[in-house]
């Protein structure tokens, strides 16, 4: 099982190596996680306790990040660039963004409860939508995205942390996996991102 976990953890990070090696200037045509097998079915709950499933955000773009509520300094920083980045693409170009979702899906559900990812995403966007759900089925959501997590420390802890890969997806319309997003760029950088592949 180790090593299962690890060969999760830098499938992303392999994947983001390859993107930043592209020059700055070079505009693919094809998306660079196009194929890539990323994504899937879900049914979680979301902020206000309602049920949602991926089927939901069918003819949207999603911009998807998976951290916890409790996370003492990267999942705020992350999401905080996030939201600016989009903030500043729905400046730039409205229309587009409004097909844009942003979701944060919890990979601690013991702790992120609705009213917790609530307070949460009430941060960062008001269109933010937080999700959390059981144990399993955010291990099957994680595990469809390639994300990597485990409590680290004492798991009868109350005050433990979790570790996790940082990846952020930009998924298409149909579902399907488009590109990263780098959470942790400046604004205008995940802006163009954003522009690049969202139409």
């Not at 955010?138 to 890969?165: C, E, M, N, Q, T």
Request: net charge neutral; with cysteine; charged share 20%.
């Amino acid at each position: 099982m180790p090593g299962k976990a690890l060969a999760l953890c830098l499938v992303p990070l392999m994947l983001l190596a390859a993107c930043g090696s592209q020059p700055s200037t070079s505009l693919p045509s094809e998306a660079p996680l196009a194929g890539a097998r990323i994504g899937g079915p879900f049914a979680l709950t979301d902020q206000d306790g309602n049920t949602v499933k991926d089927s939901d955000f069918a003819g949207k773009y999603r911009l998807m990040y998976f951290g916890y509520a409790y996370c003492p300094d990267v999942c705020p920083v992350d999401v905080q660039n996030l939201m600016q980045g989009l903030k500043a693409f729905e400046k730039q170009n409205p229309e587009a963004a409004a097909k844009l979702q942003p979701i944060f899906i919890s990979v601690d559900p013991e702790r992120d409860t609705p009213q917790v990812l609530k307070q949460f995403v009430g941060n960062f966007h008001p269109r933010l939508i937080g999700l959390t759900g059981s144990p399993q089925a955010i291990a099957a959501v994680a595990k469809d995205y390639a994300v990597y997590y485990r409590k680290a420390g004492d798991p009868k802890a109350s005050d433990y942390l979790v570790d996790h890969s940082r990846q952020t997806y930009l998924m298409g319309p149909d579902g399907k996996p488009i590109a990263l997003v780098p959470q942790d760029g400046k604004p205008q950088e995940i802006a163009a991102v954003l522009a690049q592949w969202v139409r």
